[in-house]
């Protein structure tokens, strides 16, 4: 526990260039669990990554926090990437890229209206190849690899991930994990509820008591969307529990809906 403390503060604290802080941040982890990828300009992106431990693999769990966060900040994210290894999956905790979102530079400002105009889609389009770019690199790791491709994505990361799903179908993984995924903007966060009812993965979408008003605005909807649209592989978890039941309570949430999937 201390050592997890140590990291996160580390983490907030540093103030360098990004490869300063992912070489900064290699010193305090296991070196079993490190993996550098490395794209054609040379640019490094680190991973971390633990190895099943069960006597079969059942595939690969890639697992991105929400955008603005590493890995071993996000409380659940860090724990999935603990204990899934414990039920038979490799997993690979990925940092998403550090291009800067705020509700400012998603809506018109300085408006009034509790429901203000919302900018152009075109402003994803960076976001998107930034984090396309990062989970290619990765498949290239993990596509040769046994088993099944599941991707657990938190916050914004699940919005950016969607809209990537939607740009490259090829890349899909065979099925989705959401966590408190929103987009702080009321279009787009209304657009994300759209987007999960008609995405054709099998979807586990779930909402912690940590979870924030944007979630709970559209947490009804998406439900109701989803019958709309048929999809009949969605599924909707609210977390009972906080704190470290709160992670017990995602594990068997997880480790049950997979199974019940076959995964």
Excluded: C
């Amino acid at each position: 526990m201390k050592r997890h403390f140590l990291i996160t503060f580390l983490l907030f604290f540093v103030t360098a260039p990004v490869l300063n802080a992912q070489d900064d941040l290699q010193r305090y982890l296991p070196e079993d669990q490190l993996h550098w990828l490395t794209d054609g300009d040379a640019a490094r992106f680190l991973v971390l990554k633990k190895e099943y431990l069960q006597a079969f693999e059942s595939g690969q769990m890639t697992l991105i926090p929400d955008w603005h966060y590493h890995p071993l900040q996000s409380f659940y994210v860090s724990y999935l990437y603990e204990v899934a290894p414990d039920f038979g999956w490799t997993t690979w905790a990925l940092t998403p890229p550090d291009n800067t979102i705020r509700t400012d530079n998603l809506q018109t400002p300085a408006t009034r209206t509790h429901f203000p105009e919302h900018a152009d889609d075109s402003l994803f389009e960076p976001l998107v190849t930034a984090l396309e770019k990062r989970i290619a690199l990765l498949q290239e790791e993990t596509l040769s690899q046994p088993g099944f491709a599941v991707w657990v994505v938190e916050g914004i990361t699940a919005d950016i991930t969607l809209r990537l799903l939607e740009k490259t179908p090829s890349m899909m993984p065979d099925a989705l994990v959401i966590v408190n995924a929103y987009i702080p903007q009321y279009h787009f966060n209304k657009a994300l509820s759209e987007r999960i009812a008609k995405s054709p993965l099998p979807i586990l979408d779930i909402r912690t008591a940590e979870s924030n008003r944007w979630l709970e605005a559209q947490w009804s909807l998406r439900k109701k969307l989803a019958t709309k649209y048929q999809h009949v592989s969605y599924r909707q978890r609210q977390l009972l529990t906080s704190g470290n039941a709160g992670q017990a309570e995602l594990r068997s949430t997880v480790k049950g809906w997979l199974e019940f999937h076959g995964y």
